[in-house]
């Protein structure tokens, strides 16, 4: 048999036609913005360019969406703001166009088509299920979870309601907003001291206070309501951190090996992650009795179906000394820089953080597949 040799730019068209387009989605209207950025730049010098390639679509503090053209620009970048965005850099949306989706360059009035986006948006407005909700509007597969579970799983209070009445143990807690407050004497009374007070709708602990005394709680309530209208106060509960990654759809998700972080502050707080180099030290399998691993693994996936998980989540738990677990909270888009826990703990179960991007982008066209039997007319059952 003799083969035609194709000229190498021919070669290389055909390759890049044959990839799937992803959209790296970064930055956004949230107090973990630059977290994002840091998160952004390690997907995509991860992300496997034999098989995909990228489009890197900010949005700014503001909410405003741009399109980064090269890697070198986002290397730069530190944060995405409207009063101060590079010539290079230029206004985009995101749009639906005969059922698929492109991403629109608003000045040069001319679109690109994407088959995947991939947020990588920590906090509100894109961790929250509002982002997960467009991206179903303008039919396009996204990496994670969905609506639903983004939401139940940025909101605290809701997401310890589902859990409870699922039978899975967590922290006793009060909630507290603008309206109905409670002074510090009850709350200690129900809870115990200290305590601690966390945003409903928050991540990577801003806004989180450890509370020691009547003059603590007066000082930081103010500080935690300001990052949300609702604010949980919450047993302090004594024991180890527990980590552990899941992934997978819903019918079958998977659990990692678990993790465990080891916090040099009082509490694993925002500057414990993100400012304090020796924040905290990661164990990496968590040093587990092979029992209790498999029973935190096993809590881990009942958590992430119980609320709906699709995709990816990290499951956070705390382990006592007498043996009982707690799930501390679940977080849906976790940090994703290449020293975050939960690429870490998939590294550990023996899949390097390239392949694991690769299989979450991969779970997000089996969802949608899967979507695609939901149907939206009743066209088709008029004529049946």
């Known amino acids: ?39 952004i730049k390690n997907v995509y010098e991860a992300l496997d360019k034999n098989k995909f390639e990228a489009y890197l679509i900010g949005i700014s503090k503001q909410g405003s969406w741009y399109h980064v053209p090269s890697a070198e620009i986002l290397a730069s970048m530190t944060s995405l703001d409207d009063s101060k965005i590079p010539k290079q850099i230029q206004s985009c949306a995101l749009i639906c166009q005969n059922g698929k989706s492109s991403v629109l360059l608003l000045e040069k009035n001319i679109s690109f088509h994407i088959d995947v986006a991939f947020p990588v948006l920590h906090g509100t407005f894109g961790e929250d299920g509002t982002i997960q909700g467009y991206f179903k509007m303008m039919n396009l597969p996204f990496v994670g979870c969905g609506v639903l579970a983004s939401a139940v799983g940025m909101d605290k209070d809701i997401q310890k309601r589902l859990l409870s009445q699922a039978g899975i143990s967590n922290a006793k807690s009060l909630l507290i907003t603008r309206q109905e407050t409670y002074g510090y004497d009850k709350i200690a009374k129900a809870l115990g001291t200290p305590f601690f007070i966390k945003p409903a709708n928050s991540g990577s602990s801003v806004g989180v206070y450890k509370i020691k005394s009547a003059a603590d709680f007066d000082a930081k309530c103010p500080l935690a309501l300001s990052f949300d209208d609702k604010v949980l106060a919450e047993e302090f509960i004594e024991g180890r951190e527990i980590e552990c990654a899941v992934k997978g759809l819903n019918a079958n998700p998977v659990a990692a090996v678990p993790g465990e972080i080891i916090p040099a502050h009082d509490f694993y707080s925002y500057d414990a992650k993100y400012i304090d180099d020796n924040g905290a030290k990661i164990q990496i399998p968590a040093k587990l009795e092979s029992a209790v691993m498999e029973k935190i693994r096993k809590l881990a996936v009942q958590a992430y179906q119980v609320l709906g998980c699709d995709g990816l ?72």
């Open 1 to 39: 048999m003799v083969f035609q040799v194709l000229p190498k730019n021919l070669w290389k068209w055909l390759n890049k036609i044959m990839k799937k387009k992803v959209a790296l989605i970064f930055g956004g209207k949230s107090s973990e913005h630059e977290i994002s950025l840091r998160s």
């Open 313 to 384: 989540t990290r499951v956070d738990f705390f382990l006592k000394k007498n043996g009982d677990i707690y799930l501390n909270e679940i977080n849906t888009i976790p940090g994703f820089t290449n020293i975050s826990m939960y690429p870490k703990m998939w590294e550990a179960a023996g899949i390097s953080y390239s392949d694991l991007i690769s299989d979450l982008i991969d779970l997000a066209f089996q969802k949608a597949e899967q979507d695609k039997r939901i149907q939206f007319s009743i066209d088709n059952l008029n004529s049946k």
